[in-house]
């Protein structure tokens, strides 16, 4: 499982939208944002793990999926997104741990644990991969309510019952 450097839960969501414009190729999309061809990459992949596009020779195209997704209002897409980030393998194991976690939260490390075994890498790339992680867990949580993100931890967040 690829987990893309990709920090910025907002410019993921708009890589399809990019794509609908015609920014198909690391040049356009590097030009779009202003980032280089590297990061440009990440966030195609990051876009791509979410089933919003899909990878073709040298660009990228929308998938199916993709598709539906622009046609969708704003607050529409947001939610397909949550969707789809929650339904990532890793994320479910992080979810899935933090459900049965007596203090429903995971270290920094134990995320780092999870993610280097998942994607096969080691060494600096672990952190900057978490850091990813953290950002989307984050953004999750600005969405749902239903995480607490710190620098080193994770939190599940208990809803009580509505009256």
Known sequence: M???QADDVTKIADIPLAVADGATN???LSTRYRFDRRQALYYFQAAESFGLVQRRTHNYALSALGHRYVALTPAKRKEM???RMLSLPLLVQIVHELLISPIH???REQIAHMTSTRARISGTTVDRRVQSVFSWLTWLGDETEMFKVSKDYV???SRSPSN
């Open 26 to 28: 690391l040049e356009s």
């Open 105 to 107: 939260r995971l270290s």
């Open 155 to 157: 939190s599940m967040m």
């Open 81 to 83: 997104l949550v969707r």
């Open 2 to 4: 690829i987990v893309p």
